[in-house]
């Protein structure tokens, strides 16, 4: 049981948390609400009139072939950027483990890449892997790879992929690092005497104990890919070349603001929002019930 | 012929020294244990022994082969951590099994051995279950049949029964010694604990700052220890130490009496009780001789009250004398 405080002007705590709720209610439960209800309305494209449709939005979704697309190419975009940043960041964290004392200095940068603005980090994969000024694009190109994230859907998707994860692997990293240093250094030593070499202590030890870890960062990784990657796409392919890289929270944008669907687009965000909620529960039931050892 | 031998063994963290190059040589199915009191450098040696910790300098020799540079896993020893260490994820099975598992072993030895190691220590119905839901002592045997299953000639002991209850331990510690008896395995055990160093090791060897203080059987230890600090470390209550005109005069509390009567050549000192202590059986009587803390330890109740100034009685081989400045022991006979 939480211990409940208690105050002398009954009125104070309301007062005290009403700042917070002031912004829950502005900036998210209005929204929310009002995506809701549009989802359910068509408007004409200058705000003249709405009226109200039921589930027509939803219907013409997912009888447009892009749509039903753009859901496949999510798939893909946010499995493998999940896949990409929870290896990297695991991998980092893994040889970052053996230095017995690492740097305040080196960890900070290591942590660095997701203080970068998305758009920042978009802008600077496009810059390196741009055919003609990009470093890397260069260099594939100079050495006869037929590179061309400009034009080509598939390498575009391919670049999105590693602008997006490489923004996540810090976070990934910080987690990883914290589950591996809280992996009891004696069992390892046990297991080092029962006769195991340090890669099966990994995969038979390591892995196992930091079970729970990773898996709240492949839900966390996969919210962030589904939900939180319209700035490094906005900044990288603007969802092209031709919607190759229009995952669905860029088509909310492309088609409410560019598109001036806004009965489309709010019911394409309750689409997202339902996925969201999904998540979140096979999250919590999950750490609940399954992935956790004591002692 | 021996199964461990250590020579001039030394370890350093970087400037740092904490083991100064000691020797000690271990016989097959010896039981020795490690005494000291804490940072002194036990562990370091045991997990030496284990290969846990490089050696700074010297040489380990286990079954008369060089190891210095052998992983763990080459030595062939086993070792028993104080916090277990057992695998969580793994049920006691596993546990049990993962050694033989990754020595290919037959899939029915793997059984037959951990099943004659459940039988020993009880954990036949617990086989099941993970480690989160076994109790302290349950835990401790099950890291014990870890080493048991292995079979290797030589088990490693690091405070394995520091984490459990006064009650349990002695339980365990009476475990560890029939398991010895029976298995006949050599078997290095460190512990700061001296009752524990007492009732189960062959040989005790005492360290103090990375030094060795003595070697010894316990009943040596106990009668001739080398130095002052022995003298004060090994004994429950351990050696009163008082310096009486330069020297240092060590006394046992189940030396000294009350009275003169029954000792053949007693020694008188005049104290002042100050504190008693009942132990049902026993008790101890905490007094100051020339203002220094001197506890007699008196079968079924004491005839004294505190603040009382009383005589205190030795007899004189009893005694034991040290050198003030090195605390080195003077009559050793
Ligand atoms: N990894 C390390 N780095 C630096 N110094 C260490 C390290 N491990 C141990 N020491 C030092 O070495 C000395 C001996 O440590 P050790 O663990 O062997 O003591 P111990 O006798 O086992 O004590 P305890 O009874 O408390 O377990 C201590 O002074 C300790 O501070
Ligand atoms: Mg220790």
Redesign the pocket.
Known sequence: MLKRSHYENPILPYLLISPQMLIVILFFLWPAGAALLQAFQISDPFGQGTAFVWFDNFKNLFETLEYRQSFLKTLVFSVSTALLSLLMGLALAALTNRILKIKTVTRTLLIWPYAVAPAMAGMLWLFLFHPTYGVIGHFLVSNGVDWNPVLNGTHAMVMVIIAASWKQISYNFVFFLGGLQAVPRSILEAAAIDGAGPLRRFFVIVLPLLSPTIFFLIVMNLVYAFFDTFGVIHATTEGGPGGATSTLVYKVYSDGFVGQDLGGSAAQSVILMVITVILTIVQFKVVEKKVHYNG | MSQILIKKLVKK?GQ?Q?VHGIDLEIKPKEFVVLV?P????????LRMIAGLEEISSGEIQIGNKVVNNLAPKDRNIAMVFQNYALYPHMSVRENLSFALQLQKMDRKDIDRRVRQAAEILGLMDLLERRPGQLSGGQRQRVAMGRAIVRNTPVFLFD?PLSNLDAKLRNQMRTEIKKLHMRMGTTIVY?T?DQVEAMTLADRIVVMKDGYIQQIGSPLEIYRNPANAFVAGFIGSPPTNLIEISGQIIGMRPEHIRLEAEGLSNPVGYQAQVEVLEPLGGETLVHTLVLNQKVIVKCEGLAPVRPSQVIQIYIDKENQRFFDKTSGKALNYN
Do not use: I, P
């Open positions: 963290y740092n904490v000291g804490s940072g002194c450098g036990k562990s370091t040696t405070e460190v700061h």
